[in-house]
């Protein structure tokens, strides 16, 4: 349709290629191209089933930012943020065009990353996948017919999963790469299918534009009750930011990455991107009830051949199986994907330790030390001798997509809450009575009850106890919850065991916490759990 390709085409951005050019095409169409192309299937209730391949995840040291004078100074360079060369990417450019002009077809998005306008960066994605063509359209902000004729990008994506990288030549790892140009404002993405890099690439994006404009991102969902209260839930993949914004009972801003200006939480995307695996209809209602319809993009979810039936409980193909869909196939998301600033902040833990209580609340000094501690643990018996949990921290929580330094992004946290009075909450949603092995999942319904005391008002009248090790406040009873689920320690057989796993993670923290403690003040400093 000619009102959706824009009057600035790829040729005004120095793109040459002779391909035919499908340009901002809707769902329906992009299924078809992606049926048609054998790149998916479509699953008996209508949702396309994709596989990505080798990469069911993404490619975290495959990924780069270029280091210029742009850069040199305003990016946290190490092991999360690692360099490449001008010199190498520009042979990487050149060669990915080159490629680029090799494909008989090729579709083209232009999208927001952010849905409050005064803050939103526009972006234009180039697919040679449909089906990836139709994933960023689901998770990114659609724009209308009138913005779009007159749209012109301000950063450009290319994703060519057929384009294999040469380390020599182009300064990779490997022939995967991932590689961020800030100054020239173009990202490339080659030798991968699996679409999360795309979306994370714009929250790189918009992670290093706002700060400077004084605007707060963050790796969080978000929610609002239904007396217009918002709140923002912070985690690491697989502590339950999806599954516990997705409340029936209050409004969906989004579930993944939003922004905190004056005037409002808003979302960065128009979709949702939730895990699969272990997917409950009980549990998860309103996220079951989207892979069963046409529009939702499933990877690696195994599914009949014959029968078209999924089956979510298998992780043949991935334990990371996914399912992107428009945030309006939620029936509670908010219309206009933004709320009011928040007045309470939750951060999500899966303490595989089992030492963390399942809620406690934060001052404003703890919460800047958990928020830049970002903890969560991996599980034992994911590999083979790894025999224990493995504490993991990942700053921000989000390391990965956080070009600044964290310090950037932790005081202007700490300020906001201050502002606006925000009661802040650690939840853990890992293990109670053990640690992984031994004791068992938190259960959800706790959990959400927990949730809903702190959300509605009344657990700030709970009576509380000092946690000896953490020294936050942990409350001592709550209508409809065990009373003996809040002290962890009474739910271990072995008191003493109790004791030394939580001198070992106290430990952690410390330890992880020393490469902030210069950039942070003295209040954040006290904020640290005590060493017995």
């Known amino acids: 349709m000619p009102e959706l390709t824009p009057a600035f085409g790829l040729d005004q951005q120095g793109i040459a290629v002779g391909a035919k050019l499908f ?22 209730d209508g949702p396309l089933v994709v596989k990505t391949g080798a990469h069911t995840g993404r490619s975290a040291n495959d990924k780069f930012i270029v280091r210029d004078a742009e850069t040199e100074s305003t990016v946290w360079w190490g092991k999360t943020n690692k360099g490449m060369t001008p010199e190498h990417f520009a042979a990487l450019k050149a060669d990915f065009l080159t490629h680029l002009g090799t494909k008989d077809s090729l579709f083209v998005q232009d999208l927001f990353g952010g849905s409050q306008p005064t803050h939103r960066v526009n972006v234009r994605v180039i697919n040679e996948l449909a089906w990836h063509n139709l994933f960023i359209r689901t998770l990114l902000v659609r724009p209308g ?24 030549r182009h300064g990779t790892r490997g022939e995967t790469v991932i590689a961020v140009n800030l100054s020239e404002k173009l990202i490339l993405i080659g030798g991968t299918k699996y679409a999360g890099e795309m979306k994370k690439s714009v929250f790189g994006i918009l992670n290093y534009k706002l700060p400077a404009a004084g605007v707060m991102p ?21 502590t339950g930011k999806t599954t516990l914004s997705a409340d029936a009972s209050r409004t969906l ?30 549990a998860e209602p309103e996220i079951f009830a989207t892979t069963k319809r046409f529009g939702t993009v499933l990877e690696n979810v195994v599914m009949d051949e014959t029968s078209r039936e999924l089956d979510f409980d298998d992780a043949t193909l991935a334990e ?35 030492v963390l209580p399942p809620i406690a609340k934060l001052t404003p000094d703890q919460a800047m030390y958990h928020f830049l501690s970002g903890y ?29 330094h964290p310090s950037v992004y932790g005081n202007l946290l700490k300020s906001r809450i201050a502002k606006g009075g925000v009661d802040c909450w650690l939840v853990n949603t890992g293990w109670t009575g053990g640690q992984y092995g031994v004791g068992s999942r938190m259960p959800i ?13 009344s657990l700030n009248n709970a009576e509380f106890r000092t946690d000896p090790n953490f020294g936050f406040k942990v409350p001592v009873a709550v209508a409809g919850v065990d009373s003996k689920i809040l002290n962890p320690r009474e739910t271990w057989p072995d008191a003493a065991a109790y004791d030394e796993t939580a001198a070992k993670l106290v430990g952690r923290f410390i330890a992880n916490f020393e490469q902030f403690e210069e950039h942070v003040d003295e209040g954040v400093r006290q904020a640290a759990p005590k060493a017995a």
């Open 23 to 44: 340009w901002n095409l809707g769902t329906a169409p992009l299924v078809e191209h992606a049926l048609a192309r054998g790149e998916g299937q479509l699953a008996k």
């Open 145 to 168: 017919a009138e913005e779009l004729a007159a749209f012109i990008p301000e950063y450009t994506i290319i994703d060519l999963p057929t384009f294999k990288a040469d380390p020599v």
């Open 218 to 238: 963050m790796h969080c969902s978000a929610n609002i009750g239904p007396n217009g209260d918002t709140a923002v839930f912070f985690g690491l993949s697989g």
């Open 376 to 404: 969560t643990a991996r599980v034992a018996g994911t590999e083979i001798g790894v025999t224990e949990p493995d504490a993991t921290f990942s700053t921000c929580f989000g390391a990965p997509f956080m070009p600044r």
């Open 320 to 354: 990371n199986s996914r399912g992107s869909y428009p945030i309006e196939f939620i029936p509670n998301a908010s219309k206009d994907n933004l709320g009011p600033v928040p007045k309470n902040m939750i951060f999500l833990t899966a303490d595989a330790y089992g």
């Open 253 to 282: 801003i989004g579930d993944d990455e939003h922004g905190w200006s004056d005037e409002a939480v808003f979302n960065f995307e128009g979709g949702c991107y939730a895990k699969m695996i272990r997917l409950s209809p009980e």
């Open 445 to 457: 319904k706790a959990t959400r009850a927990l949730l809903n005391a702190a959300l509605d008002g």
